[in-house]
């Protein structure tokens, strides 16, 4: 059994080597995906305001002058009246106003809040420059649940969960319905191959190509980003070795189940899709309806992002909150059960 095990594997990397497109992307991938995206991602603020004085005084000068010493502020401007202010906010071309009043009352911060963060940020910083209120006074932040400039580290975490899941996923989605238009997964079935064991081999080639995915995408975090894991580096490759073993198997299911590469591109892209938008690796679980919150289950996305974060950034271990290895486990088996079903009938 492990030589016909070897046999496989041996199979699976000549095929790979022999596609060059597949050696490009593998090596685009996590250049893309962890060096560059995470740029975009990162909610480092950038405010810009408007100030409009309607006390006509000094005061008016000296807000502007308060303002233009913070390094989060990046436009300053003045208004000669709050309609014109509240035109420009309306058009999206400020993000807060400060209103200097005509009595000796404190100035007014009025604050877009179509986006919330934003307008979070928004009454921190120009309340911090207006009123030198201290940080520990107006926020208290864990450190220990903190890593990165701007909240980069946390969108780095799911960029990597997802690097591993497109290389994990797609290439064997892809690697299944080739051999099965060309022929060669029913030669392999006329040669008393059983499927567990064509089951074992793709999900044993395509999750070390995706652990070597993940040390690369490591690299490229520490030496762009400087990302330091809080946690063992080993307990994050033991989770995406679970991950990879559920999602592997979710590509290996889609293959089989689609006739045509293009129904199964079609598939796998709808299905990524509607994994990750619920898997709370761009919106708090808190903010979903308690019934799409519940797929959090069965969605292997959720268990990896989850984990990776408390690894990662607050350096939980893995043998205090092993539910995450578990369901992963879990949904891995369900899948190779089907899959073992679907390659069966292909006679």
Request: aromatic letters at 8%; charged letters at 15%; proline letters at 4%.
């Amino acid at each position: 059994m492990m030589r016909v095990l070897w046999h496989m594997l041996v199979k699976e990397f000549l095929q790979l080597v022999r596609t060059p497109a597949l050696l490009f992307v593998l090596l685009l991938c996590p250049l893309v995906t962890v060096g560059f995206v995470p740029f975009g991602l990162s909610n480092k603020p950038r405010i810009r305001v408007e100030v409009v004085d309607e006390s006509f005084s000094g005061r008016g000068r000296e807000t502007l002058a308060l303002l233009a010493g913070s390094p989060q502020i990046a436009q300053l401007s003045q208004a000669s009246s709050r309609q014109e202010a509240e035109g420009r906010m309306a058009r999206g071309e400020i993000d807060a106003i400060v209103i200097v009043p005509a009595n000796d009352e404190a100035c007014r911060i009025l604050a877009d809040a179509s986006n919330l963060p934003l307008a979070r940020d928004v009454a921190y910083y120009v309340g911090l420059q207006l009123h030198g209120t201290q940080e520990n006074e107006l926020l208290r932040s864990h450190t220990l649940f903190v890593s990165g400039t701007g909240n980069t580290h946390y969108y780095l975490v799911a960029m990597l969960v997802l690097l591993i899941a497109i290389v994990g996923c797609c290439l064997v989605a892809l690697s299944v319905v080739t051999e099965k238009e060309s022929k060669v997964l029913e030669h392999l079935r006329s040669t008393g191959l059983s499927p567990l064991m064509y089951v074992a081999s793709k999900l044993v080639f395509f999750s070390l190509v995706g652990l070597c995915e993940l040390a690369v995408g490591l690299l490229i975090a520490r030496w762009v980003f400087a990302l330091q894991s809080a946690g063992p580096l080993w307990e994050l490759f033991l989770l995406a070795a679970c991950f990879l073993f559920a999602i592997v198997n979710l590509g290996i299911l889609i293959a089989a189940s689609t006739r045509t590469m293009v129904r199964t591109i079609y598939v796998l892209v709808f299905l990524f899709i509607t994994l990750i938008l619920l898997s709370t690796m761009f919106a708090p679980l808190d903010n979903m309806d308690p019934v799409w919150a519940a797929t959090r289950f069965v969605n292997p996305f959720f268990w990896m992002v989850d984990g990776a974060w408390k690894i990662l950034l607050k350096g939980v271990k893995l043998a205090a909150n092993p539910v995450n290895c578990l369901a992963l486990l879990g949904i891995g088996s369900v899948l190779t059960a089907f899959n073992i079903l679907k390659i069966r009938q292909i006679e």
